[in-house]
């Protein structure tokens, strides 16, 4: 056979690249009618996807104007080949992590958190399955018993002892603030007291939490997009991670077992107060699964006492630099408990339960500023389709709370300014169950946060006990001149009002009466 003229030759191959093409669109068209776009969002460069335009500072923010920029609630990108998947409505988060929860309950790897630090205890963190089911057992029914037989007592004992020392020092509120946060979850969950101040469980909370709420917004270290870097040496250059990580381990090891330990010890010498740990290991059965029954009682407490110091620290904080700001809601919510108390004892729990105010106040304080703004990062068990968006198997999945609670078709106009009114009826009277309770505050679906109503209780407890005995205004400077504080909040799992001054004024000479007398009855 001739061979074809030069010609031919180069049309020949011109028709098989083209049929090739043709071939390669219809795949495709065919593999896109099967699985449907990923949502939209930023597309970022090769290989490293956004990574290099990936908000370092409240990153929440970002995804929602991200949200707007696109014009969808779900919006996603790449970071070093991950798929990242953002949910920032109401509406997707019911979808997937509640209604869908079966492959949406599951943690990424996170292996600066759990493999790192040593987390993997913590049922915040740990992978979704039978392990799991097992704590969140345990931890719901013992918070529940925890709530109906002493978690009152514990919290205004903690409430009555930060009155005290705001009086003594108010100018220390912050350190006050820790102080009540841990002596709750210490006594509730071990029957620990604590000292006044420097006390060494609280600071190994501290020094644990520290690299937990670093560490847990993903993605925070490069680890937790590529982790092989896990098994790289300390001494390796870019490696200070590992020796942070090292650091931090010893005191979330520390966390889980120093307490427990102290509380055991008074259990079995008969000394110890009722509390989570002396019910918990009453309850356990002799025989050969005693060991892996308080192996998970010692992961449940480690898990209250780690989660309950940070987070009720962070809502109580915005509570004071919300009546900082905004005096007018603060003298409208003394006014009612001063009506609901007089002037002659400090709140009880049956006051607040009948002041609507205050528990708008304190819903309020739950949504302006979320504790945790992106919750957890949850990761996909299978392939997923929503909205005509295609979710692969294996996608990190954000709930961003912050957007959600800012969303005013939910909670009203102008969500960005502090109004307790918004969760009241027009008269005032009773809570509007047509806005709904900031609950997205505490997570979604399987992996909701089950200590909430314990937060919940400290915090109104502690708010109602401030705004009945304190003014709380504006700091003065050496001039004399008020200052006001910036809303200026920090970064991480957890977000915190960065510090800020304020001026605490007890509001009558009887009431430091009652501080004083009540600080007594604590001690004793």
């Known amino acids: 056979m001739a061979a074809l003229p030069e010609p031919d030759f180069i049309l020949v191959k011109f028709c098989i690249a083209a049929a090739i093409l043709g071939v390669t669109a219809l795949i495709f068209q065919k593999l896109k009618s099967v699985h449907p776009s990923y949502p939209p969002g930023p597309k970022g460069v090769p290989i490293l996807g956004v990574m290099l335009d990936f908000p370092q500072e409240r990153p929440w923010i970002k995804f929602k104007e991200w949200s707007e920029e696109y014009g969808s609630d779900i919006t996603s990108f790449e970071v070093l080949g991950k798929r990242m998947v953002v ?11 509640v209604k869908r929860s079966a492959i949406y309950s599951d943690r990424p790897e996170l292996p600066m958190v759990n493999d790192l630090q040593g987390w993997n205890w913590n ?10 089911k097992e704590h ?6 013992e918070v529940q018993h925890a709530l109906a037989h002493f978690s009152k007592k514990y919290a205004f004992g903690a409430a009555h002892r930060l009155l005290g020392s705001i009086l003594s020092s108010p100018e220390d509120f912050g350190a006050h603030l820790k102080h009540l946060t841990g002596y709750f979850t210490l006594s509730v969950a071990y029957g620990l007291d604590i000292k006044p101040a420097g006390d060494p469980y609280v600071e190994i909370a501290e020094r644990a939490n520290e690299g937990l709420v670093k560490a847990a917004s993903f993605p925070s270290y490069l680890v937790d997009a590529i982790p092989a870097l896990k098994y790289v040496p300390e001494w390796f250059p870019g490696a200070k991670f590992k020796r942070d990580a090292r650091v931090w381990a010893r005191y979330t090891k520390t966390l889980r077992e120093a307490p427990f330990q102290a509380a055991k010890e008074r259990y079995v010498h008969g000394t110890g107060k009722p509390c989570v740990a002396s019910r918990g290991l009453e309850n356990i059965q002799s025989g050969g699964a005693r060991q892996e029954q308080e192996s998970c009682l010692k992961s449940v407490l ?11 620290l962070s809502a109580l904080s915005t509570f004071v630099l919300a009546m900082v700001l905004h005096p007018e809601v603060q003298q409208t919510a003394q006014k009612a408990i001063l009506e609901a108390v007089g002037h002659n004892r400090l709140p ?11 528990q708008a106040l304190v819903r309020e304080v739950f949504r302006w500023q979320p504790v945790v703004p992106m919750a957890v990062p949850r990761t996909t068990t299978a392939d997923d389709h929503y909205g005509g968006y295609f979710i692969p198997k294996g996608s990190t999945i954000i709930a961003n709370a912050w957007a959600i609670l800012q969303d005013e078709s939910i909670f009203g106009k102008d969500t960005h300014i502090f109004n307790p009114e918004r969760f009241l009826t027009e008269d005032g009277s009773r809570l509007n169950p047509s806005i709904p309770s900031p609950d997205m505050a505490f997570g979604f679906g399987r992996r909701v946060c089950p200590g909430r109503f314990l937060a919940e209780h400290l915090v109104v407890v502690t708010i109602a006990s401030l705004l009945h005995c304190f003014d709380i205004n504006k700091a003065k400077d050496e001039n004399g001149k008020e200052t006001c504080p910036n809303v200026d909040y920090s970064t991480g799992l957890v977000s915190y009002p960065k510090s800020f001054a304020c001026d605490f004024k007890v509001r009558s000479t009887k009431l430091k009466g009652l ?7 604590v001690e004793n």
């Open 302 to 312: 480690g898990t209250f006492y780690s989660a309950g110091v940070d987070t009720t």
């Open 515 to 521: 501080i004083l007398e009540a600080g007594k009855d």
């Open 348 to 358: 009880e729990f049956e006051d607040i339960q009948s002041i609507p105010y205050l």
């Open 87 to 97: 949910l920032n409505s109401y509406a997707a988060t019911q979808a997937l992590l």
């Open 123 to 132: 049922l915040a963190f740990m992978r979704y399955g039978p392990t799991w």
């Open 136 to 141: 969140r057992k345990l931890f719901t029914q």
